[in-house]
Antibody, heavy 122, light 110 residues
Framework: EIQLVESGGGSVQPGRSLRLSCTASGFTFDDYAMHWVRQAPGRGLEWVSGISWSSSAVGYADSVKGRFTISRDNARNSLFLQMNSLRHEDTALYYC???????????????WGQGTQVTVSS | QSVLTQPPSASGTPGQRVTISCSGSRSNIGINLVYWYQQLPGTAPKLLISRTDQRPSGVPDRFSGSKSGTSASLAISGLRSGDEADYFCASWDDRLSAVVFGGGTKLTVL
């Protein structure tokens, strides 16, 4: 059974940083692209960032470019999202998602974690 | 404002067929695959339609996807109360080099 378990969320002040983690199990982690998708309260889905299986390719939404950094550790079956200079509008539930076997630049999110809540408030 | 445009709401009665549209542009739906996600209340989204018109294992054949030009559609036949959910379309956008989502459609079964 595929499991994605996010952690690291919390409540922070604007301008501060948080690091999200996602631990994966139930599949060969280093074969798949991985992504972060977020959902603000009562709002729709927004893709945040994606990374290829080898970390050779990464991508970001314009709204987080230059502030967030995605990374992965295939030896530990883990995905990370370093979030700096947080803003009120970054408040959302952040989902870790399993992407494609191969190409990372597709809107294919086969499995989802339960999400970790990030609240940015002064 | 979402890059892909969906109607905010849709409704139907049990047994009816409902269609949800997703309008994009040449840089996304026009040249890339479309995916649909179903989000039941209080749960994480679930992949419903993959690669424009393919159903992942376990998804009933009541759900189908299609695409024409720069628009895509999700059709649900034999509507059931358990289909009440938010539905999102998504695609890769070559101009933005990013995944783009529709704003979501809330389906109500009357």
């Amino acid at each position: 059974e595929i499991q994605l378990v996010e952690s690291g969320g919390g409540s922070v002040q604007p301008g501060r940083s948080l690091r999200l983690s996602c631990t994966a199990s139930g599949f060969t982690f280093d074969d798949y692209a991985m992504h972060w998708v977020r959902q603000a309260p009562g709002r729709g889905l927004e893709w945040v960032s994606g990374i290829s299986w080898s970390s050779s390719a990464v991508g970001y939404a314009d709204s987080v470019k230059g502030r967030f950094t995605i990374s992965r550790d295939n030896a530990r079956n883990s995905l990370f999202l370093q979030m700096n200079s947080l803003r009120h509008e970054d408040t959302a539930l952040y989902y870790c998602t399993k992407g494609e076997l191969g190409p990372w630049n597709r809107a294919f999110f086969e499995s989802w974690g339960q999400g970790t809540q990030v609240t940015v408030s002064s | 404002q979402s890059v892909l445009t969906q109607p905010p709401s849709a409704s139907g009665t049990p047994g009816q067929r409902v269609t949800i549209s997703c309008s994009g542009s040449r840089s996304n739906i026009g040249i890339n695959l479309v995916y649909w996600y179903q989000q039941l209340p209080g749960t994480a989204p679930k992949l419903l339609i993959s690669r424009t018109d393919q159903r992942p294992s376990g998804v009933p054949d009541r759900f189908s996807g299609s695409k024409s030009g720069t628009s895509a559609s999700l059709a649900i036949s034999g509507l059931r109360s358990g289909d009440e959910a938010d539905y999102f379309c998504a695609s890769w956008d070559d101009r933005l080099s990013a995944v783009v989502f529709g704003g979501g459609t809330k389906l109500t079964v009357l």
